[in-house]
């Protein structure tokens, strides 16, 4: 879940209007609404090409019930101008305004190819600074003919050129990006990186086309600048209980079926060149093998981008995915390796050992490198607490440093990032603010992000700029080979992985690991590496061969056989506070068992290694209290402190379900005789007056916030949890105010339920009527449950801090009528340490949970 | 006393293996560690587990001992708890971790589920009435943040009552005000864990060589 700042006063309105809106209905108002709401629509669009990326997912998610959610956003948009341009992924409800974006957004798509044929006739110019004085008239025709009389113009172009380059790629590959999610239809059947490289395609013909040379993926490029964002943004978000659990059988895929992917593949195609006729006669083994050790490594990039799409279940992702980051040291060796011995000419026993110890330098000194950054950036975070703002960089610095570090001695980059990332990460969480916190989620999103669509776009633009040697045959083999022994190295693995696994792998997981195989630019750009050579371009022609293979064909079909395999997907609920609790209790269950039996099995050491980091590590690493607060407790705070943003935020009006605010304390607690007082009897006219003017004051309420509110964007709302508990607490007051008051949530939205609602809940006011107070409190008495908890009195509508916000008569009606204050305290003060589950459950709406 | 040999293939360990789907070799170790644990006697007592000092700094540790003389635990639809256990309890309970197999059909799955399920269920049930109360529930998230020192009780009251709280969310659905949640039923503790993937996650490894010797 992201959660976005900007955006919390307009939700906080919402929430509360939602309250009122099931009893006020808003007039429709003048008919110039709409338009101005689309103009704001439009302004806001262009404010942020990332917000609307992300208004273009919500568009395909959209609600059935948005409209209704559109038209109140229409009338606060009418007040809150100034905000709707703060926030315009929010005009993306209504069903006119989306399409208005779309057509909006196709302009932009159109204009994008404007500026793609700019681009490359740009390019021509700058991809070659040797030709720059005779293509400069070319461009100055192109662009900026009529200024040829100011020399000085022409300079500054030329200073600028370089970042203005970049930018346009940049700014082509994300509106492209942003293109793709416009069309549903077509995102759904392909996936995005089929879609990106066919727009590189596209791009490098016209580059072609108009005569420029294109600038192809450069591997320093693509290994200094674009890898490590996606790396990191893996590492660090590596769901690490998954990894650790599975880590004998990615290891065993990643070490194991690597080598056996580059020797197999390698030694066959040696094999295949010695066929007479095929014209390869003049490529030897090792070249085969250098080849074989480029080819058979799957790729993070390619895998990231099309797993992410498929929602495959955790187990299977982090196989896959897990592979695809620990091969790399492998890679990396036998990369090097054959390269070396390629030029040599010859192999010795003593070489093949040495390999191996270099193996073990390569994969563990990454990691080494990356874990002594890793603390460093952890230790340094422990003192940033007065200067929050540089809190990120921190992060990513470090990261960097590691992976630059780890390349100057050859050993693995992306490893030392990976470790680097995870080893950071839970000690600078618990630093840092929330608001930095988000801050490198969101960067890191957001260069992954550009990074792997402009690496896509490269290898598109690659494959046409670049030199090529076609040879059937080798091509042919090589594409059947890489197939032939992933499925066999698959297979074999897991027959012996199985062995040892408490939980098998079944055929379908053997058949998806397999298949999500896929290889992509790392591969290429080792390739691209290579001395020039006529085998080099025989060489690349296949690697990119494969690549548009394994990501057009593989990519595509995934999706369609991980349906028709009906292989698990991911489960979409998270963070229930339930699981987190089971989870800490069967690790200590399991512990307990292990260590009944006598032996000490991997909950064992994870237990002792977790107390060893409590013991020492967090207190060296983690400033302050935080460094002694157990995992649940800070799950749990982490949790209430989301739902009271996602409270206050409350994004959709209509997703509230019903049953989040039906559910309070009191249904849990033990009754006693207070909240029968508490509720007054009362005639039904005289509720209905009460309840007229509590909505008035809630409209009130509402405008006097809107000011404070407004305020609070500019002081950081989101710094001080109390402040955000605070805020909870009034928003979850005001709530259950509403729910007293007998305004079921689903009623907005099915108006003539309301009325029906309403109906029965009025009974229970005569059900409270026609039984005694003394009677009802004994048969609730009558209720097992132990004595301590009938203090702990559930609540009655009218708490202590609401009157701040309703000061008028009807409060005073029936605060008249409302008990001590005392018992009200203690109450209050139960209320805040307790959570309602409720708004997190918006996501769960469709969960398995509800039926 | 020794009367049971440690030797796999043993008439005795026929029945057992049947009855829990241990192997012949993974009864012999665990029949061995029994041994151990109760000093060549026939029956554990809760003393017995006390002594076991890697077992001290767990913090449920007290409930991880009542479970295995918790005559539920029993697959005999006993109640109540008893004072010792025999072999064959302890390897009963013991069963109760053994990793699911490769080739189950659905409802073999489920009713694996189902069993590691109640097994937990059971622990945090203490007063065996069928329902997991908000007092047994605070006590299970008190006795888990033990270690924390105080700083976990208060803590640990209020997590519980979150917790509870999602229970009754998610199991009744939409509650009157004047109604009142019981407490976690073995039903909605099943609803409550549906995403949870219970099978494969309640497992340890039991051995087939003999490494008790290692440990203390």
Redo the contacts between chains.
């Keep these: 879940m992201i959660i976005r700042l900007g955006r919390l006063t307009p939700g906080y309105f919402r929430l509360l209007q939602r309250q009122v809106s099931g009893e006020v209905r808003m007039q429709p108002q003048s008919s110039f609404i709409d338009p101005i709401a689309m103009m704001m629509a439009t302004v806001g669009t262009g404010v942020s090409l990332y917000s609307a990326r992300q208004m273009a997912e919500r568009v395909q998610l959209k609600h059935p019930h948005a409209w209704d959610q559109a038209e109140q956003e229409q009338n606060i948009r009418q007040n809150h101008l100034k905000m709707a341009v703060l926030r315009p992924t929010r005009s993306s409800s209504g069903p006119r305004l989306t399409e208005f974006i779309c057509v909006l957004l196709l302009v932009f798509v159109s204009v994008a190819s404007v500026s793609r044929d700019v681009v490359p006739g740009s390019n021509e110019t700058w991809g070659n600074p040797a030709r720059t004085t005779q293509e400069d008239p070319h461009h100055q025709t192109n662009s900026t003919g009529h200024k040829k009389a100011f020399p000085v113009l022409s300079f500054h172009y030329e200073e600028v050129k370089k970042p203005l380059e970049i930018s346009l790629w940049i700014l082509l590959a994300l509106l492209m990006k942003l293109g793709f999610h416009i069309i549903p239809r077509v995102s759904n059947v392909v996936p995005e990186s089929c879609l990106l490289i066919f727009v590189g395609l596209l791009v490098g013909g016209i580059i072609k086309a108009i005569g420029g040379e294109a600038p192809g993926l450069d591997a320093k490029l693509f290994f200094y600048y674009l890898l490590p964002p996606i790396i990191l943004d893996a590492g660090y978000f590596l769901p690490i209980r998954p990894f650790t659990e599975n880590m004998g059988t990615i290891l065993v895929f990643a070490v194991v079926g690597t080598l056996w992917n580059a020797f197999f593949i390698g030694g066959m195609m040696y094999g295949v060149c010695q066929i007479e006729g095929t014209q390869l006669g003049k490529v030897d083994l090792l070249s085969c093998l250098l080849f074989g050790s480029i080819i058979s490594a799957v790729d993070p990039v390619a895998v990231l981008a099309v797993f992410e799409e498929i929602h495959i279940n955790e187990l299977l992702h982090i196989l896959v995915f897990g592979e695809s980051l620990l091969n790399d040291a492998v890679t990396v060796v036998l990369y090097h390796l054959f390269k070396e011995f390629a030029h040599a000419g010859t192999v010795t026993v003593g070489d093949a050992f040495l390999g191996v110890v270099c193996f073990f330098v390569v994969s563990l000194g990454g990691i080494m490198v990356g874990a002594i950054y890793g603390i460093l950036g952890a230790f340094t975070s422990r003192f940033t607490a007065h200067t929050r703002v540089i809190e990120p960089l921190f992060v990513f610095l470090y990261s960097y440093m590691a992976y630059l570090s780890a390349e100057v001695f050859h050993l693995s980059g992306i490893m030392s990032l990976i470790a680097c990332g995870v080893i950071m990460r839970p000690y600078v969480e618990a630093n840092i603010s929330h608001k930095s916190y988000t801050t490198i989620k969101y960067f890191l999103k957001m260069w992954s992000s550009v990074s792997e669509t402009l690496i896509f776009i490269f290898l598109g633009v690659s494959t046409v700029a670049g030199p090529h040697a076609w040879n059937w045959t080798f091509v042919i083999v090589t594409v059947i080979l890489c197939l032939v022994s992933r499925v066999l190295g698959v297979i074999g693995l897991t027959y012996i992985i199985?062995k040892f696994r408490?939980?098998?792998l079944?055929k379908k997981d053997q058949f998806i690991v397999a298949y999500g195989g896929l290889r992509g630019a790392i591969a290429f750009s080792l390739g691209y590496l290579l001395t020039d050579s006529d085998i080099k371009n025989l060489f690349l022609t296949a690697i990119i061969t494969v690549i548009f293979f394994t990501v057009f064909v593989q990519g595509m079909t995934i999706r369609p056989l991980v349906e028709l395999l009906a292989v698990k997907k991911k489960?979409?609920?998270k963070g229930?506070?339930?699981?987190e609790?089971?989870?800490?209790?069967?690790d200590?269950?399991?512990?307990?068992?292990?260590?009944?039996?006598?032996?000490?099995?991997?909950?064992?050491w994870k237990d002792k290694l977790n107390?060893f980091n409590k013991a020492y590590v967090k207190r060296w690493l983690i400033r302050g209290e935080r460094s002694?607060?157990?995992q649940?407790?800070s799950f749990?705070n982490k949790?209430?402190m989301k739902q009271a943003m996602m409270l206050v935020e409350s994004g959709s009006a209509a997703k509230l379900p019903?049953?989040?605010s039906?559910?309070?304390?009191?249904?849990?607690?033990?009754?006693g005789p207070a909240?029968r007082r508490a509720?007054p009897s009362i005639s039904k006219s005289r509720e209905e007056e009460i309840r007229k003017i509590l909505r008035a004051n809630l409209q009130k309420t509402r405008q006097r916030l809107r000011s404070y509110s407004r305020h609070d964007l500019l002081i950081d709302p989101f710094e001080d949890v109390s402040e955000v508990r605070f805020r909870k607490q009034r928003v979850e007051m005001e709530r259950r105010m509403s729910?007293?008051l007998t305004v079921?949530a689903k009623s907005q939205e099915t108006p003539p339920v309301r009325k029906v609602c309403f109906e029965s809940?009025h009974q229970?006011y005569t059900?409270?009527d026609s039984e005694s107070p003394r009677g009802s409190a004994q048969a609730?008495r009558l209720?097992?449950?132990?004595p301590d908890?009938v203090s702990l009195l559930d609540e009655s509508p009218q708490r202590p801090s609401q009157r701040g916000a309703l000061r008028t008569r009807g409060d005073a009606e029936v605060r008249a009528k409302a008990p001590d204050d005392k018992e009200e305290q203690d109450q209050l003060k139960l209320s805040r340490?307790?959570?309602?589950?409720?708004p997190k459950?918006d996501e769960e709406e469709d969960?398995?949970?509800?039926s | 006393m020794g009367a049971l040999q440690s030797s796999p293939g043993q008439p005795e360990y026929i029945d057992l293996a049947e009855k829990t789907g241990f192997s012949f070799e993974q009864i012999g170790v665990l029949h061995k560690r029994f041994k151990q644990l109760s000093h060549n006697e026939t029956t554990l007592r809760r003393d017995h587990f006390n002594e076991i000092p890697d077992l001290a700094c767990n913090p449920i540790r007290a409930q991880i001992i009542e479970a295995f003389f918790d005559r539920r635990n029993y697959r005999q639809n006993g109640e109540g708890t008893v004072d010792e256990i025999g072999f064959e309890e302890f390897l009963v309970v013991m069963s109760h971790f053994r990793p699911p197999s490769l080739n189950m059909t659905d409802e073999q799955r489920e009713s694996v589920r189902k069993e590691k399920l109640r097994f937990l269920f059971n622990m945090h049930d203490t007063d065996n009435d069928g329902t997991i109360t908000l007092e047994e529930y605070r006590h299970v998230v008190e006795e888990l943040l033990s270690r924390s020192g105080a700083l976990g009780k208060e803590t640990a009251k209020s997590i519980a009552d979150a917790a509870m709280l999602e229970v009754a969310s998610i199991s009744m659905g939409h509650m009157e005000p004047d109604e009142f949640y019981e407490g976690i039923t073995f039903e909605h503790f099943l609803k409550l864990l549906a995403g949870f993937e219970i099978e494969s996650k309640m497992n340890i490894r039991f051995l087939n060589m003999d490494t008790t010797t290692l440990c203390k």
Excluded: W
């Design positions: 199985n408490i939980v098998k079944t489960k979409e609920s229930s506070i339930n699981e609790i089971h989870t800490q209790f069967l200590h269950l399991l512990t307990g068992i292990e260590d009944i039996c006598g032996h000490y099995g991997h909950h064992h107390r002694t607060e157990p649940l407790i749990y949790m209430e019903t049953i989040v039906s559910v309070s304390m009191q249904n849990i607690q033990t009754k909240r509720i729910h007293y079921p809940e229970i059900y409270d609730s209720h097992p449950s132990p908890a340490c307790l959570s309602d589950p409720g459950k969960g398995s949970f509800l």
